[in-house]
């Protein structure tokens, strides 16, 4: 097996407040993609790393990654990005070398996911699965509404069983193929999804859940900026 991982980037960070695209930010002092791309290359099984950057940001993208030595193992290009997630994914998919038959799909928002969460979610596509997402069980408890507009108090329709709920993160992992024409058939359909994985469901494939780690988490929202650093005093300390 030939395995790499893109790397979505190209997103401004909205919620994260104003500022540079959320990528750039740095975390302790280097940027958070920089992070990301480490992650990825940590595992032994990583060849290649494509990085999918702002489309205005390719370049500084590029200076930066040939800044911070990545393994001799691992080879790293960038390509420009799109207006959504899934876009830049499929951009990102669209550069990879013939010889990759696994692909990983990580958000470059976990900048700090562990190597072992990143080899599980390897070796269970390496064991036949098309489809694997790293997931945790919920500490909230969940209600579906029916949204009202900005300050309206809204309707509870439901509260599915928090036991079966599972949250997700990155790296997603795939049989090269079958994520392939999972955005090939979207394309097609015109529609959207939250993430890859959703994608290949609407396939018909299969799709596991393995266990993720907490250090996983998103940097979405500014306390997750401080959540982050801390992980990284910690690890350092
Ligand atoms: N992403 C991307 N291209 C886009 C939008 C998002 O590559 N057009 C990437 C982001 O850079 C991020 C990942 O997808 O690494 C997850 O998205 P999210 O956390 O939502 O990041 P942003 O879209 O940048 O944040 P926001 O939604 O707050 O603007
Ligand atoms: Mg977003």
Same mark, same amino acid.
């Given at each position: #097996?030939?395995?790499?991982?893109?790397?979505?980037?190209?997103?401004? !960070?909205?919620?994260?407040?104003?500022?540079?695209?959320?990528?750039?930010?740095?975390?302790?002092?280097?940027?958070?993609?920089?992070?990301?791309?480490?992650?990825?290359?940590?595992?032994?099984?990583?060849?290649?790393?494509?990085?999918?950057?702002?489309?205005?940001?390719?370049?500084?993208?590029?200076?930066?990654?040939?800044?911070?030595?990545?393994?001799?193992?691992?080879? #790293?290009?960038?390509?420009? !990005? !799109?207006?959504?997630?899934?876009?830049?994914?499929?951009?990102?998919?669209?550069?990879?070398?013939?010889?990759?038959?696994?692909?990983?799909?990580?958000?470059?928002?976990?900048?700090?996911?562990?190597?072992?969460?990143?080899?599980?979610?390897?070796?269970?596509?390496?064991?036949?699965?098309?489809?694997?997402?790293?997931?945790?069980?919920?500490?909230?408890?969940?209600?579906?509404?029916?949204?009202?507009?900005?300050?309206?108090?809204?309707?509870?329709?439901?509260?599915?069983?928090?036991?079966?709920?599972?949250?997700?993160?990155?790296?997603?992992?795939?049989?090269?193929?079958?994520?392939?024409?999972?955005?090939?058939?979207?394309?097609?359909?015109?529609?959207?999804?939250?993430?890859?994985?959703?994608?290949?469901?609407?396939? !018909?494939?299969?799709?596991?859940?393995?266990?993720?780690?907490?250090?996983?988490?998103?940097?979405?929202?500014?306390?997750?900026?401080?959540?982050?650093?801390?992980?990284?005093?910690?690890?350092?300390?």
């Amino acid at each position: #097996y030939r395995t790499a991982a893109v790397i979505p980037a190209a997103g401004r !960070g909205v919620r994260l407040g104003p500022g540079v695209p959320k990528a750039l930010r740095t975390l302790n002092g280097t940027p958070m993609l920089i992070h990301a791309v480490r992650a990825m290359a940590a595992s032994r099984a990583v060849s290649l790393v494509v990085v999918v950057a702002p489309p205005d940001g390719a370049f500084e993208v590029k200076n930066l990654l040939d800044e911070h030595a990545l393994p001799e193992r691992t080879d #790293y290009l960038v390509v420009a !990005g !799109g207006d959504t997630r899934q876009e830049s994914v499929r951009l990102g998919l669209d550069a990879l070398a013939d010889n990759i038959n696994v692909v990983l799909v990580h958000d470059a928002a976990r900048p700090l996911v562990p190597v072992d969460t990143v080899d599980a979610v390897i070796e269970a596509v390496r064991n036949g699965a098309p489809a694997v997402v790293p997931a945790l069980p919920l500490a909230d408890t969940v209600k579906e509404v029916e949204p009202q507009a900005k300050g309206e108090a809204e309707p509870v329709v439901a509260t599915p069983e928090r036991a079966r709920l599972r949250s997700v993160q990155t790296p997603q992992g795939f049989d090269r193929d079958t994520l392939v024409r999972a955005h090939e058939t979207v394309a097609v359909n015109g529609e959207g999804a939250t993430d890859c994985a959703g994608l290949v469901e609407r396939l !018909g494939a299969p799709v596991v859940v393995v266990p993720g780690h907490e250090e996983a988490f998103k940097v979405t929202r500014p306390l997750d900026l401080v959540l982050a650093e801390a992980v990284l005093a910690r690890r350092r300390a």
